[in-house]
Nanobody, 122 residues
Framework: QAQLAQSGGGLVQAGGSLRLSCAAS????????WGWYRQAPGKQRELVAG???????NYADSVKGRFTISRDNAKNLAYLRMNSLKPEDTAVYYC????????????????WGKGTLVTVSS
């Protein structure tokens, strides 16, 4: 089975930057797509950024121009670089990966990280 491990959350002042990391391990042949989601208190979980197998990206309107999703296919890593952070970016951030295990012995499908808290102070 695949696992996703997250790191990089923390407390930052408004206008600052953070980089979140997500490391996939286990039964992985390829990762077809990565996504970063966030959930603020009392709100629905929303897609922040995604990157597909062909390298195309998409972003929520609220983060366009400030956040950048990237991946390192050789290392099964994904990143979310967050610049010009605002208090409204405060949320738990989750990474997500569409995993092809490459084997019938292991499950392919969507895997989620456990989330990391990003707090942006004003």
């Amino acid at each position: 089975q695949a696992q996703l491990a997250q790191s990089g959350g923390g407390l930052v002042q408004a206008g600052g930057s953070l980089r979140l990391s997500c490391a996939a391990s286990g039964a992985i042949f390829s990762i077809n797509a990565w996504g970063w989601y966030r959930q603020a208190p009392g709100k629905q979980r929303e897609l922040v950024a995604g990157i597909t197998s062909d390298g195309s990206t998409n972003y929520a309107d609220s983060v366009k121009g400030r956040f950048t999703i990237s991946r390192d296919n050789a290392k099964n890593l994904a990143y979310l670089r967050m610049n010009s952070l605002k208090p409204e970016d405060t949320a738990v951030y989750y990474c997500n990966a569409d995993v092809d295990s490459g084997s019938s012995d292991y499950d392919s499908g969507i895997y989620w990280g456990k989330g990391t808290l990003v707090t942006v102070s004003s």
